[in-house]
Every structure is written in structure tokens, then in C-alpha cells.
């Protein structure tokens, strides 16, 4: 039946009734309005099943008849494909060049009204019978004359038939394996098919597949060049950066696990063994047949235009170049090499198993793995709202090298829009756009640059399936990329990637790769620049990726990128435990020019890093970042060792993010209009806590103050309740009546009024804890702040001293200190801040000084506090006699002191890692000798290193507690008791 056909019996009929009216302004059958391009210009009907050339709502036709009468009318006004409802089998991609736009007109293939067209370059499977009933594997005939790396089950990727095989188990060999397990090579003695196996090594940034040659009782040799390509350059099968984790995959002998299956391609029968439960009668099984499935390219000099593909899903390919002799030999990101290397030496399975000029020598001429859809020598073609699902390759490839394209043309993408659509349970990454050869960085012609490339608001979810070493939005050499307000999830690798060469392409060049040999073998250190220019990453919600590999970030970059800025991202949850190597924003070799304003980092490794090693000709530099907002344990970065870089109010948090956070945690990824509903990891409400003291004396009051906003400009939050509580003995006066909910976008304050007791028992501050809940889009939100107010109780039994602004308190025997303070050291820094409580002249030659250190504010690794000796601790930055035995997460405990005695401390000798809790602290005088001690218990004591000298000791010096938060910007308290000074 015809879906567009209203006559009666059509699927399009519809009843009488109200809808009579409205009947008329509607595409028969479907209940939508045509879009706007299908009034203004010519409407054609396709469906899946048609046979005519018509093309007419009454009798459609096929895609190639519509396609066909598009390039008849490629003079006229503008053309709407109206696509039906419905499965579209395709035995060949579907190529669209320059007849298939136009200049002056455009040309839109898109979903019918209500329907939702799948374009399909797999068979359906069915016909399943019971094969090997102990081991429940199914069978059924799928016909020969194909092959396919991937099977599609009830729209997930199913394994190929596999085995894990542990590192221990075999010796890489340079032309293959030695099996040193008997039951393995057992195995793979029965193996009917070598040639069809193939070994997939899972490393650090890579994942590599090589296919076997032959297997001879205990030797496995493997097939050439792939074997030679994994074996060469870095992070390679035998000398691994990470991992690796094996398996050999693509035998029958192998299918043993759920969900596993293999495809005899001489016989003719896929094979699946389903998971429990599973029924291959109901099972939608798709096997792909094609590589490919939408080629979108012309030529230079005529380039497909205005071009657009709306609402529909592309899905069911397998690529096949693993399956060659080539195999797989990965590099990065869909970079790898494809053929003999002509400057590999003779031993270069031992000589460059971690990199050599021979391996430099084929940089210029890696491939790009290609993209189901491919795009192409076009100019204004967009993609929106469509969906790319089960594809075995990169999703959508925009102007990638020529290598990466069937119709052989590439780069020259320009002016590409990719909005709102669906990536997910892909083979590979979702989208990449770019060239990585010459003709990518330093084009012939300026024709082929790459340039003005929008992707915003897409999903990108689930993919790196098969290849895990994709990112989910990858950009290389592009002039102009803007990637803004797109969900990024469920990635092994890097969520956004930006860039690459490693900056030797670069304008001058590296001298790191200078050094490596790059350029000496007839390619040059450019003395221009490359394309890639102009990026806006904006507003991107990151979460959930780095979760197999290593080496990659919520977004990663690489080379030089002027103009280029990062805005507004919140990066969340990407802690996988193998990814020790990873974090919230990568900035790898050579990346300059970026500029990170507002982004916030949640639960990641580290939020911010910087491969710079200058010294090592690494041109990483020029990177200026602020109102960095992250997880207290992560808000460290090392971007001060990249030249002309600079990191301003990086703002440590704990899970409950501060409003300004909460503003770009809620504004980022698809926009609110779009989203399905609330999200409870983005919650619509900013919250701000903030007491008008963060201290109080003893009976005072102090005002807190309730800042909240309704981040949501669409809706109001509803059922909003707020209530303060406090420790015992503090007293907490609310506002009589707040208000039950709060208008889309509008900020209201309630305050608070908090009371100090009239006697402090004890220095730990009082924790305010504020509770609010709230209902936003019909789902309830449950949140809480807390804030801390310090008791005020002054020094009285020892002396105090700040060289910056600090605050001292003593209740019970115990005593704190609070201040922001730089550094205690000299060496290149000439900084001396700290505040101290201290006993004046009170450590003869002869003595012992001992203190706990009950607990501390940890504001940097280097945030250090202790016990301090000096003949006088109020000369800070001159006063000679000067070391301290300090507390430190980067050190443990270290003496660090003055060797010079020109007041500014220089060594370190630290004691290495130490249990957690209260550490005890014991430091032993004897004339200009001092040793130092620690203790978990007080009772056993560790000894600090050797004794260190006192450098212009006096016979009689002062001694005390001591702290420094390492950070100017930023305070910290620390609380010691049981200080004792004694006579020995």
C-alpha cells in the first residue's frame, strides 16, 4: 500500500471528524504539515517498495528514479524528497555529486511527516535453525560473495567470535607469535580457517587488528604489511604504552559466548549463538553487504551544493580494510598505516618498537579510516536531525583525506552543517571532519581547505564499539569548526578531539620532531601555517568517556590552533580505572593559541594538562585559561610549565557546584528546548551559600544568606522548600515564610540569621547545612550546601604570626591556623608565607619539640604544614637558623630548610608516602643538628631522612606550627594539638 495514498484502503486514510478541516493543509495520511521547502519549490514521494518513475504523492517511486528527476530539474526551484516510511535495502552506496544540488537552488531529501525511513546496507537474517544444540548455536543461510567484520542484533553490535588470550600465553615474535600455552595451541591447531583469524590487541591509546598467515604447531605467523605496520612506531604490540589485553577473533572454533556469531563465507552461514532467553524467530538480525552507504562528493572545480538530509537514519555497513593483509595499524584517532613502510629498517621489531626516523618518515602518508556517510567537495550540505546507528566505520566522514573517500576526491568540505542528530552503537567515532595529509594542513589549491564546519547539538553516544581508539567528535585541519551544545557519552576514548600533527606541521615546525628525524626525508618544516584555525568547543556535556584507554581527555587537542576557544564545557565522570592517564581538558604536544574561559570539570582524573616539555622541543604554549570550576581533588594543572601560559581563578568545589557552575553544568549539551525531560546530573536550580563572616566569636550572630536561581528559562521550579541546620549549641533564625516555587530565569535570596555559642568548646568549625528541594519538568530534586563558620577563640597561651593575612584560634589544647599563602621556598621563587603559633625563644641547643597534627584543608599537593625552628619565625623571608618538618600529599613528610641562610628555605628531604589520619610530629635539637620523626601513634617513631644543619643557628631560637595552603588565592586551615617543647 501506498503511505502517501488517501484514497481508501491506503495506509494514509484517515477518520472523519474534526480533522476535516485541517485535512487539507496536511501531506495525506501522515498528519503533518509539508515543510516550508516542499511549498516553495517541487515535491517528489519515494517510498520503499515503489516500481514507477512518477514520483507523485499518488504513485511514488524508488530513490533512484527521485534522484534521477532531481538532476533533470537541476535548473529549477527548489526540490523537497518527501521519503516514506519504511526499510530501504541498498546493494550500493548512494552517490550524489553536483547534479544533485544546485547553486541557486536547494535540494532536500527528508523524512516524510510522521514517518521514519531507514536506509539500510544490511540484509535481514532469518530462516535460523538449531546447529550445535549442546553448545545452542544457530545457523542459517546467508549466501556467498560477501564478508562483513560486523552483525547487527535487535540493534546492537554483537562480537565476533573470540578468545582472550593472556599476555603470558604467547611471545610476540617479529613475524608473528609463539604459543606458549599447550590448550591454545591446541586451539588454533583445529582452526579450519587461519587466514580469517585475526589478533586484536586492545594497548594504551591504540587498538590494532592483524590477520594470521598460517599457524604451524606452536608458531603463528601473520600476515604482511599488517603485522610489520603494529609492530613499528609507538605504542606497538610488543612494546605496549598500555595494556594490552588480547583476543584472537573470527573462527568457528571460537563461538562460545553469548551473543558471538561467525560467517562462513565459502559455505554461506552465519552462525550466532544467542543470549539466554534470546528468540532467533523475533531477533532482528541485520548483516551488512555494503561499506559504505551515502558518498556525497563532486570536484573542485564543481562541487555538490545545497545539499540537505533531514529525519532520516543511515545505518548497516561492515568496513572491510582490517580484513585485508593491511589489517588494522592504528596510529590515533582513525590515523593509521596502510601499506609497506619504505623506510622501515630490516630490525625494526626491535629498533623501532618505541619510535625511530624510519617510523617519522611515514607520517605524511597515513590513512584515514573512512566514514559510512561521506562528504566531500561540497559546499552548504547539512545533515539534521537524522540518525547513524550500526555503522562499521567512522558514522559520518566530512573532507577527509582522498584516501577516505570512494569517489576519490577529498578535503573541500566547506560551509557543513551536522545539527541535532543521533550517533550511537557505532563500530567506530561519531564524527569526524578533516584530512590528515599534506593536502589537509598546507593544501595545492585553496579549493580543498576545509573550512566552516558547524556541529552543534548532536547526541553522540555509544560508539568506539568495535575500534575503541575513536573520539566522538574529531576535527583536524579545519579553518573555522564550530562544536557547541552537543552530548558527547559512553566513549572509550576522547569525547571532542581537536587538531593534530603534534604540532610538526605547524609554522617552523618542531624541534622535537626535528630532533626524531621527521624531516628528513623530503618533508619540510612548513614556514606557513596550517588550515586549522578559528574553533569554538562551546558548551559541550561531557560524561562517561576515557573509559577503556588511556592517553585522551573530555576534549584533547593537538597542534597549533590561533583563535581558538573553549567555553562553557562541563566534562563529568570520566574516572575508568585503566585510564590512569586521562583528564578534563589534554592540551598534547604543540597545542597553542586556545583560550578556556568558564568550563567546569566534575569527578575527572585531573581537570587541565599541558604536554609541554620545552627543554625537550615540545611546542605546547600560548594557552590562557580562567574561571576554571573542578573538584576539589582535581583542580590542579601543570599548564604553568607551557610557555606563555597562563591559569587564572581556577575554583576548587566539592560535588555541589557553585550557581556560576551550575549555570554552565545546566546551559551546556543539547539545548533545554530540545531535551526529552529533567536531568538529574544537570539540575535546574544554582545555588549559592555565603555567610557574611566565615568566622564568629563566642555569642555573636552572622548573617547567611540564600542566593538561589532558576536556571530554567522555560519553567518554573515548583514545591520549593529551604532549610538551615546547625551543630549543637549554635542557633539558626530563618525568614517566616519562603517562597513555594520560582519563575523560568529568576533569582530570589533568603536569609538567614546563625548564632555562635556563648562558650566554644572545641575549634572545629561549625558546619551550616542548607537543604533544598524542588520539582523541575515533574521530577523532584533533593540538594544540600554547607558552609563553615570558624569559632573565633584568641591565642592566649602562645604567640602568633602572619606574614599574610591570617586567623589564629586556641580552645581545649588545640589551635588553629587559617590563611592564603603562596610558598615557603627559594629556589627560582624567593617566597616566604606562612602564619605560625609559636613559643618565642623557647628551644635551647639541648630539646625537643613534638605536635599532631589532628587534620587539613589539602588546597594543592604542596599545600605544607608543621613544625617550624628559626631564630626568629616573625623574619620571614630573612631570618636565618630556618627549617621546618612539614606535612605535604606530595611529599608525606620532608624537612625542607635553608642551606645558605639567605632566609629562604632550598632543599627538601622527604620521608615518602605516610598512613592517613593525625600524624604525630617530633623535632630533636642538638646545638646546629636537628633530626625530625614521625608517628601514627605517638608511641613508634620513623626518623625523617639524616639530621639535618640549622645554618646560622642561635643558641636559643623560637619554635612552633606552621601553615601554608600553597596557594595565594585560595585559604586552608589546619588544627594541631599537644604541643609540647622539652628540654633533652
Request: aromatic share 10%.
Amino acid at each position: 500500500m501506498n503511505p502517501f495514498d488517501s484514497s481508501p484502503g491506503g495506509t494514509g486514510r484517515r477518520r472523519r471528524g474534526a480533522a476535516v478541516v485541517a485535512l487539507a493543509a496536511l501531506v495525506a495520511g501522515t498528519g503533518f504539515a509539508p515543510s516550508a521547502s516542499a511549498a516553495a519549490g517541487s515535491t517528489l514521494y519515494v517510498t520503499p517498495n515503489a516500481h514507477g518513475t512518477a514520483c507523485t504523492r499518488p504513485a511514488p517511486c524508488t530513490v533512484l528514479a527521485a534522484q534521477q528527476k532531481v538532476r533533470e530539474g537541476a535548473a529549477g526551484s527548489d526540490v523537497t524528497v518527501l521519503v516514506g516510511d519504511g526499510t530501504y535495502r541498498l546493494d550500493a552506496p548512494l552517490k550524489f555529486d553536483d547534479r544533485d544540488g544546485g547553486a541557486a537552488r536547494a535540494v532536500t531529501w527528508q523524512a516524510a511527516p510522521g514517518a521514519r525511513p531507514v536506509f539500510t546496507g544490511a540484509k535481514k537474517v532469518s530462516a535460523w535453525a538449531l546447529s550445535d544444540a549442546a553448545n545452542n548455536v544457530y545457523a542459517a543461510k546467508v549466501g556467498t560473495g560477501f564478508d562483513s567484520r560486523q552483525l547487527y542484533v535487535d540493534g546492537v553490535i554483537a562480537p565476533r567470535a573470540q578468545i582472550v588470550v593472556p599476555r603470558e600465553k604467547i611471545a610476540v615474535t617479529a613475524t608473528g607469535f609463539t604459543v606458549k600455552d599447550a590448550g591454545l595451541a591446541s586451539t588454533l591447531q583445529k582452526v579450519a580457517t587461519p587466514k580469517r583469524v585475526e589478533l586484536e590487541a586492545v594497548l594504551s591509546f591504540t587498538d590494532r587488528f592483524a590477520p594470521v598467515e598460517s599457524v604451524s604447531g606452536t608458531t603463528v605467523t601473520m600476515q604482511q604489511p599488517a603485522w610489520n605496520n603494529n609492530t613499528y612506531g609507538y605504542d606497538t604490540l610488543q612494546s605496549p604504552f598500555g595494556g594490552p589485553i588480547l583476543t584472537l577473533q573470527n573462527a568457528r572454533e571460537f563461538l562460545s559466548a553469548e551473543r558471538q556469531w561467525f560467517l562462513d563465507t565459502v559455505a554461506g552461514v552465519l552462525y550466532y549463538k544467542p543470549a539466554a532467553g534470546q528468540s532467533m524467530a523475533k531477533a532482528d538480525v541485520e548483516l551488512p553487504r555494503v561499506e559504505s552507504l551515502v558518498q556525497v562528493s563532486g570536484t573542485l572545480a564543481k562541487p555538490v551544493r545545497n545539499l540537505n538530509f533531514t529525519g532520516l537514519t543511515f545505518t548497516g555497513t561492515s568496513w572491510l580494510g582490517p580484513s585485508r593483509s593491511t589489517g588494522f595499524a592504528s596510529q590515533q584517532t582513525g590515523g593509521y598505516l596502510a601499506d609497506v613502510q619504505p623506510a622501515r629498517p630490516a630490525d625494526a621489531f626491535t629498533s623501532c618498537a618505541v619510535g625511530c626516523p624510519g617510523f617519522e618518515a611515514g607520517r605524511p602518508n597515513w590513512s584515514m579510516m573512512p566514514g559510512a556517510v561521506q562528504v566531500s567537495a561540497a559546499t552548504d550540505v547539512a545533515f539534521t536531525g537524522n540518525t547513524f546507528t550500526n555503522l562499521g566505520s567512522q558514522a559520518l566522514g566530512i573532507g577527509n583525506d582522498a584516501n577516505a573517500h570512494a569517489s576519490g576526491v577529498g578535503l573541500a568540505a566547506q560551509d557543513i552543517k551536522v545539527t541535532g542528530n543521533t550517533f550511537a552503537q557505532n563500530a567506530a567515532g561519531g564524527i569526524v571532519v578533516g584530512g590528515i595529509r599534506k593536502d589537509a594542513h598546507h593544501p595545492a589549491d585553496p579549493a580543498m581547505t576545509v573550512k566552516n564546519i558547524t556541529v552543534t547539538n548532536n547526541s553522540v553516544h555509544d560508539n568506539g564499539i568495535v575500534y575503541r581508539d575513536m573520539a566522538g567528535i574529531f576535527s583536524t585541519y579545519v579553518d573555522g569548526i564550530t562544536i557547541a551544545h552537543n552530548e558527547v557519552f559512553n566513549m572509550p576514548y576522547s569525547g571532542i578531539a581537536v587538531g593534530y600533527g603534534w604540532g610538526m606541521w605547524d609554522q617552523g615546525g618542531s624541534p622535537n620532531y626535528r630532533a626524531r628525524g621527521t624531516y628528513d626525508f623530503g618533508t619540510p618544516a612548513y614556514t606557513t601555517p596550517t588550515t586549522a584555525r578559528n574553533a569554538r568547543v562551546e558548551a559541550n556535556y561531557l560524561h562517561n568517556v576515557i573509559t577503556e584507554l588511556n592517553d585522551g581527555a573530555c576534549v584533547y587537542t593537538l597542534g597549533s590552533m590561533p583563535g581558538s576557544v573553549l567555553d562553557g564545557n562541563f566534562c563529568r565522570d570520566s574516572l575508568a580505572p585503566k585510564s590512569s592517564y586521562s583528564f578534563g581538558f589534554y592540551f598534547d604536544e604543540g597545542s597553542r593559541f586556545w583560550t578556556a574561559t568558564d568550563n567546569v570539570f566534575l569527578r575527572t582524573r585531573q581537570a587541565l594538562h599541558a604536554n609541554a616539555n620545552a627543554a625537550a622541543g615540545y611546542t605546547t604554549g600560548d594557552l590562557a585559561v580562567d574561571s576554571t570550576y573542578a573538584s576539589a581533588n582535581v583542580a590542579f594543572d601543570d599548564l604553568n610549565r607551557a610557555p606563555g601560559s597562563r591559569v587564572t581563578n581556577t575554583i576548587a568545589m566539592g560535588d555541589e557546584p557553585p550557581a556560576a557552575a551550575a549555570a554552565i553544568i545546566y546551559n551546556a549539551g543539547i539545548p533545554r528546548a530540545q531535551r526529552s525531560g529533567a536531568d538529574s546530573f544537570r539540575p535546574g536550580l544554582g545555588v549559592d551559600v555565603t555567610p557574611a563572616s566565615t568566622s564568629a566569636a563566642a555569642g555573636a550572630a552572622t548573617t547567611v544568606k540564600v542566593a538561589l536561581t532558576n536556571l530554567d528559562t522555560i519553567a518554573s521550579l515548583k514545591s520549593l522548600q529551604v532549610t538551615m541546620s546547625a551543630p549543637e549549641g549554635w542557633t539558626v533564625t530563618g525568614p517566616r515564610k519562603v517562597p513555594r516555587s520560582l519563575e523560568a530565569g529568576v533569582s530570589m535570596t533568603v536569609p538567614w540569621t546563625v548564632t555562635a555559642p556563648a562558650k566554644f568548646s572545641t575549634l572545629d568549625p561549625a558546619k551550616i547545612t542548607v537543604g533544598i528541594s524542588y520539582v523541575s519538568q515533574k521530577q523532584l530534586f533533593v540538594t544540600t550546601r554547607t558552609v563553615s563558620i570558624a569559632p573565633v577563640s584568641p591565642v592566649t597561651t602562645l604567640s602568633t604570626f602572619g606574614g599574610v593575612p591570617t586567623r589564629f584560634a586556641e580552645a581545649g589544647g588545640a589551635y588553629t591556623i587559617t590563611n592564603a599563602s603562596a610558598d615557603m621556598w627559594g629556589v627560582g621563587r624567593s617566597v616566604d608565607e606562612y602564619g605560625a603559633i609559636y613559643a618565642p625563644q623557647s628551644v635551647a641547643s639541648s630539646a625537643q619539640v613534638t605536635a599532631r597534627m589532628v587534620k587539613y584543608d589539602v588546597i594543592d599537593p604542596y599545600t605544607k604544614t608543621g613544625i617550624m625552628l628559626r631564630n626568629d619565625i616573625t623574619a620571614a623571608g630573612k631570618g636565618q637558623g630556618y627549617a621546618y618538618l612539614a606535612v605535604s600529599q606530595a611529599y608525606g613528610v620532608a624537612w625542607e630548610w635553608d642551606t645558605n641562610g639567605d632566609g629562604y628555605p632550598d632543599r627538601t628531604q622527604a620521608a615518602g608516602p605516610i598512613t592517613a589520619g593525625p600524624v604525630y610530629l617530633k623535632v630533636v635539637r642538638s646545638g646546629s643538628s636537628v633530626t625530625g620523626f614521625w608517628s601514627a601513634d605517638g608511641a613508634a617513631w620513623i626518623q625523617v631522612g639524616n639530621p639535618i644543619t640549622l645554618v646560622g643557628a642561635l643558641p636559643t631560637m623560637d619554635a612552633g606550627m606552621f601553615w601554608c595552603s600553597h596557594n595565594a588565592a585560595k585559604a586552608g586551615t589546619v588544627t594541631f594539638d599537644s604541643f609540647k617543647i622539652t628540654a633533652v
